[in-house]
């Protein structure tokens, strides 16, 4: 049984297990006690992984990776948009293949992906 709940506990949000703890606070017996104990270090080893996510997006390298990738896309669409096609002094072959369909991917990766990680984040904050 508590081969389950350890199990179920892995995949629960973090308020949610602060509300399962405070309830089992109350109660007083061995298995409550090591489902406590269960709980509460899954609690320390998500903070410890939210400490290690936050202090590798500070890190330049890690946080390059995105607009590393994007920005020969970037450079790509604004040379056949605006040297191409605004000014008339040149003309860029289509991109072809899997490379054009990486390009979508990207940059739609880029105007969907950043708004709905923010709108995730404020619903979590919303409901803790």
Not at 14 to 37: C, I, M, Q
């Amino acid at each position: 049984m508590i081969a389950i709940l350890t199990s179920l506990a892995m995949k629960l949000p973090v308020a949610f297990l602060e509300r399962w703890l405070t309830h089992l606070e109350k109660k007083d017996d061995t298995y409550t006690e090591r489902l406590r104990t269960i709980i509460l270090a899954e609690i320390e080893a998500r903070k410890v992984q939210a400490q290690i996510i936050i202090a590798e997006q500070g890190w330049w390298m890690t946080a390059m990776i995105r607009p590393m990738i994007a920005w020969p896309f970037i450079v790509y669409i604004w040379k056949t948009v605006v040297y191409d096609t605004v000014l008339g002094l040149g003309s860029t072959p289509a991109l072809s293949g899997s490379l054009g369909d990486w390009a979508g991917v990207i940059i739609t990766a880029y105007f969907v992906g950043r708004p709905l990680e923010k709108a995730v984040k404020s619903f979590i904050n919303k409901t803790s």
